[in-house]
């Protein structure tokens, strides 16, 4: 069984920074392509950041320049790094992991979901 684990959300005011964690655990052969996606109230999921295994990252518009994921493969956790937050980046945050597992399967894994509060 594989596991993902989010930490790191809370209330910050804009222009403040946090950092989510997506730790993955269990029979892991591999951590293949992470995202991280929001959901603010009342609005659909979004795509926030990619990293590949390989370290290639690609983000959304509206956090470029402010946002930066990064991986940890020893650790098998990836990070969102996030500065100069604004009111429009509340959300709940889930990490999605495409896993190779020790038995070769490849299976696709949700964290659950963080909130971050941006308010003054």
């Known amino acids: 069984q594989v596991q993902l684990v989010v930490s790191g959300g809370g209330l910050v005011q804009p222009g403040g920074s946090l950092r989510l964690s997506c730790a993955a655990s269990g029979r892991i052969f591999r951590l293949n392509t992470v995202g991280w996606y929001r959901q603010g109230a009342g609005k659909q999921r979004e795509l926030v950041a990619t990293?590949?295994?390989?370290?290639?990252?690609n983000y959304a518009d509206s956090v470029k320049g402010r946002f930066t994921i990064s991986r940890d493969n020893a650790k098998n956790t990836v990070y969102l790094q996030m500065n100069s937050l604004k009111l429009e980046d509340t959300a709940v945050y889930y990490c999605n992991a495409g896993v190779t597992r020790t038995t070769g399967w490849v299976t696709d894994y949700w964290g659950q979901g963080t909130q971050v509060t941006v308010s003054s």
């Open positions: 990293i590949t295994s390989g370290s290639t990252t």
